[in-house]
């Protein structure tokens, strides 16, 4: 249950939601030791290997093992103690970071070591993300999602901003620096997990346990299926996430190739986070201008324009520019799509739907950073970023003709209650719930890692 409400009638501010707060909390630490690596992992393959198209093949293994188990792991999150679930995991991911660390320092660190410690983080993420996204619905009142996602968002993009030149720097000073971080950050997130006191189990679980796995996944998809505005959005965020995921090591290639160190690198990819940390401030007002599929295909377009102008040959520090402007408006077209989510799914299918969502807007992302890499090695980095950008252009241009995603719309609030949308009115899901949309827009330029 989420926080109860005050004496007065009215909600106590988010900021008094404990709760919430350490979850907040747990994931801000998390999510900054995880930009750290987020630069630091490729530089370290980079530095073991040498080769680009390597550092791309990890990061695909990391997200291929987190789709394959994702739609299982929705539907165990929808069974067990989600309680012992986030724990379990946030335990998991310390103890391998600290691992990865100790080969580090000893000086033995191998490709299949980075590998095995990809897999089993991805691994831990198809059950911790779903299980966190349930959990926050729990703890926050439906009044106060559309601020709580906001703080979200800024929690992310700040952990964008400040991760990415810390890791740089860190990763200059010693190998060994920002993966030590990271796993303190998975200790904080443990000790806010458990402190927060995560709801153990949806209503329903003891129903789901009479029912086979395969039968409860094939249960959401057929929610899904019935959702025609969201399957369009879902497509078109496929290949917004493919192209999205396969910039990080052109940006690289190109920054190193213009005399920038890793510093530089840092501070360059920190144009997300500054971007997005005042698109999570102006949330609320960009959030209005435009109904979400509408306001997909605007945010994308103007995405991939910007990733071309990364390559113009303006110096080292040119691209944080561009990729600051870049996603100044992501973060409001994840709130709106957030709350849509968080309002209109039944809580007991929350962790399946969660998964289904991840799988299938992401389903083409484990060959992004594979595709980059590949691009960066044989035509350079800003060769590869002209080509991705381009092609992010050209579906957006391509999406923008489905009448169903730019019908894509946030329903009224008595139509929410009715579950009627202002769009594809009249087709309902099996529980009477009007189309929704999910957050199936990407964190553009960030690996799609859920929460993390």
């Given at each position: 249950?989420?926080?109860?409400?005050?004496?007065?009638?009215?909600?106590?501010?988010?900021?008094?939601?404990?709760?919430?707060?350490?979850?907040?909390?747990?994931?801000?630490?998390?999510?900054?030791?995880?930009?750290?690596?987020?630069?630091?992992?490729?530089?370290?393959?980079?530095?073991?290997?040498?080769?680009?198209?390597?550092?791309?093949?990890?990061?695909?293994?990391?997200?291929?093992?987190?789709?394959?188990?994702?739609?299982?792991?929705?539907?165990?999150?929808?069974?067990?103690?989600?309680?012992?679930?986030?724990?379990?995991?946030?335990?998991v991911r310390f103890l391998t970071l600290a691992a990865l660390t100790i080969a580090i320092l000893a000086g033995r660190v191998a490709l299949w070591e980075i590998v095995a410690v990809a897999v089993v983080n991805g691994a831990a993420d198809s059950f911790f993300s779903p299980a966190r996204a349930a959990a926050i619905r729990a703890v926050v009142a439906p009044e106060q999602l559309p601020q709580a996602y906001a703080q979200e968002e800024a929690r992310g993009h700040?952990?964008?901003?400040?991760?990415?030149?810390?890791?740089?720097?860190?990763?200059?000073?010693?190998?060994?620096?920002?993966?030590?971080?990271?796993?303190?950050?998975?200790?904080?997130?443990?000790?806010?997990?458990?402190?927060?006191?995560?709801?153990?189990?949806?209503?329903?679980?003891?129903?789901?346990?009479?029912?086979?796995?395969?039968?409860?996944?094939?249960?959401?998809?057929?929610?899904?299926?019935?959702?025609?505005?969201?399957?369009?959005?879902?497509?078109?965020?496929?290949?917004?996430?493919?192209?999205?995921n396969a910039l990080l090591l052109p940006v690289i290639v190109m920054v190193e190739a213009r005399g920038g160190d890793p510093a530089a690198t840092g501070v360059v990819l920190a144009g997300l986070g500054l971007g997005g940390l005042l698109g999570a401030a102006l949330s609320a007002r960009i959030g209005r201008l435009l109904p979400p599929g509408k306001l997909m295909l605007a945010v994308v377009g103007f995405f991939a324009l910007a990733v071309c102008a990364t390559?113009?040959?303006?110096?080292?520090?040119?691209?944080?520019?561009?990729?600051?402007?870049?996603?100044?408006?992501?973060?409001?077209?994840?709130?709106?799509?957030?709350?849509?989510?968080?309002?209109?799914?039944?809580?007991?299918?929350?962790?399946?739907?969660?998964?289904?969502?991840?799988?299938?807007?992401?389903?083409?992302?484990?060959?992004?950073?594979?595709?980059?890499?590949?691009?960066?090695?044989?035509?350079?980095?800003?060769?590869?970023?002209?080509?991705?950008?381009?092609?992010?252009?050209?579906?957006?241009?391509?999406?923008?003709?489905?009448?169903?995603?730019?019908?894509?719309?946030?329903?009224?609030?008595?139509?929410?209650?009715?579950?009627?949308?202002?769009?594809?009115?009249?087709?309902?899901?099996?529980?009477?719930?009007?189309?929704?949309?999910?957050?199936?827009?990407?964190?553009?330029?960030?690996?799609?890692?859920?929460?993390?």
């Amino acid at each position: 249950m989420s926080e109860r409400i005050s004496r007065g009638g009215e909600l106590p501010p988010l900021r008094r939601n404990f709760r919430f707060q350490m979850l907040w909390i747990g994931a801000s630490a998390s999510e900054l030791g995880t930009t750290l690596t987020w630069v630091a992992f490729p530089l370290l393959i980079l530095a073991v290997t040498g080769s680009a198209a390597l550092a791309g093949l990890v990061s695909a293994c990391r997200i291929t093992t987190n789709l394959l188990i994702s739609l299982p792991a929705g539907a165990w999150v929808d069974r067990w103690d989600r309680r012992r679930i986030v724990i379990a995991a946030e335990a998991v991911r310390f103890l391998t970071l600290a691992a990865l660390t100790i080969a580090i320092l000893a000086g033995r660190v191998a490709l299949w070591e980075i590998v095995a410690v990809a897999v089993v983080n991805g691994a831990a993420d198809s059950f911790f993300s779903p299980a966190r996204a349930a959990a926050i619905r729990a703890v926050v009142a439906p009044e106060q999602l559309p601020q709580a996602y906001a703080q979200e968002e800024a929690r992310g993009h700040a952990a964008s901003l400040a991760g990415p030149p810390l890791g740089g720097f860190l990763f200059g000073l010693g190998r060994a620096f920002p993966f030590a971080v990271d796993a303190l950050s998975y200790l904080i997130s443990l000790v806010c997990v458990v402190l927060a006191r995560v709801p153990r189990r949806p209503a329903e679980a003891a129903e789901r346990r009479e029912t086979g796995i395969r039968a409860d996944v094939m249960e959401a998809a057929g929610w899904l299926w019935r959702q025609r505005a969201l399957r369009a959005g879902l497509a078109f965020s496929l290949v917004a996430n493919l192209v999205a995921n396969a910039l990080l090591l052109p940006v690289i290639v190109m920054v190193e190739a213009r005399g920038g160190d890793p510093a530089a690198t840092g501070v360059v990819l920190a144009g997300l986070g500054l971007g997005g940390l005042l698109g999570a401030a102006l949330s609320a007002r960009i959030g209005r201008l435009l109904p979400p599929g509408k306001l997909m295909l605007a945010v994308v377009g103007f995405f991939a324009l910007a990733v071309c102008a990364t390559a113009l040959p303006f110096g080292p520090y040119w691209p944080v520019v561009p990729l600051f402007l870049a996603m100044v408006a992501v973060p409001a077209l994840n709130v709106v799509l957030r709350v849509l989510v968080a309002r209109l799914v039944p809580d007991a299918m929350m962790g399946r739907l969660v998964s289904l969502f991840t799988v299938a807007s992401m389903g083409l992302t484990p060959v992004g950073p594979l595709l980059g890499g590949l691009l960066a090695e044989y035509v350079g980095g800003a060769g590869a970023l002209v080509a991705v950008g381009g092609a992010l252009a050209v579906g957006c241009a391509l999406a923008s003709i489905s009448p169903a995603l730019r019908g894509l719309d946030v329903p009224d609030s008595t139509a929410a209650e009715s579950g009627v949308t202002r769009t594809d009115a009249g087709e309902r899901g099996a529980d009477g719930s009007a189309p929704s949309a999910a957050p199936v827009s990407p964190e553009l330029g960030r690996e799609p890692v859920g929460e993390r």
